[in-house]
């Protein structure tokens, strides 16, 4: 990866912002340091830099509709399967594995059946695709938007503007138009002004601002502010597939949930019944994260990793062969 100035400063904006993602420059400029005008110009020079992104996405999407899928692609394929895995709007995120040969893939779909239909019929379809397996997700236990860069202390956090609860005057309910234009706008940059999308979806600026906070306070959406891995201090990423007893597996989950290195974690009705996304500060901490893992149980457990190398995709965002966001979007199946 290229290199590019990379600040301690530039840690606390971030960490500002995954707290915060909407928040004015003017109300973190206290908590991160400097002068609103500093705050801003540094973050679109991080964007532009394709480092940090902002986004949305729904978060009433039952477990149902979602998936984890392996994928194993005939030799010297890869780059053709990889081009096609990208395109498809149900393929939010696409890992490739340090088995120079699979990938894994997170899917969702706008139904049940419409996920079966994906799974059975389109992924296989796909050319040079070897084998799939594929873990049907039945409840998250975490997610990555929860996960921080741990720059700013807990006084910090505590100082940093939290989105303003809806107005008494804001309609409760969000008409449907208006909320996928909110959703597909704030999906490709989770800070566009409320202006633009009022623009976009022919409203006000008042009654997007409205729309988005009652999509927010009643948790039907969820932004996110996102860093490459290499910038985060937790470069090496990583899929766990573990298979528990199934009489400590919510023992597990709960004390997994608060292990600092897990992104995203879920049951699954899987090979395997627990599905993992971490992120490590260096190979090495493999070893330790599974012992660490071990030591929670009572019984032996059954692991497969997959050591991820690269990410051409993360909820509908692109990335360059460098793991730079590349600012190609295309929206998810939400």
Partial sequence: MPETEFSPFDQRLIHALQIAPRATWAGLAPVVGADPTTLARRWTALVDAGIAWSTGYRIDVPADRRAVVEIDIHPGQFPKVKSLLCELPQAATVDITASGSSAVVTVCESDRSSLIEFLLSTLPGLPDVRDIRNHLLTAQ??????????????????????????????????????????????????????????????????????????????????????????????????????????????????????????RFAATSAGSHNLVIDVWLRSLSAVHQLEAKIQSMLRASMSVRRQVVLRTPKRLGHFFDDSERHTGEYIPMIQ
């Fill in 141 to 262: 236990l975490r997610s990555a938007d929860q996960w921080t860069l741990r720059a700013l202390d807990q006084d910090e956090i505590d100082r940093i503007p939290q989105e303003r609860p809806p107005r008494v005057r804001a309609p409760l309910v969000v008409d449907p138009a208006l909320e996928s234009c909110i959703v597909e706008e704030l999906g490709r940059d989770g800070r566009t002004p409320q202006t633009a999308i009022a623009s976009a979806a022919g409203v006000s600026p008042q009654r997007v601002q409205d729309a988005i906070a009652v999509l927010l306070h009643r948790q039907r959406f969820r932004l996110r502010t996102d860093v490459v891995s290499a910038y985060s201090g937790w470069p090496v990423h990583v899929w766990y597939f573990v298979d528990v007893p199934a009489g400590q597996l919510g023992q597990l989950s709960k004390s997994l949930a608060h292990l600092p290195e897990i």
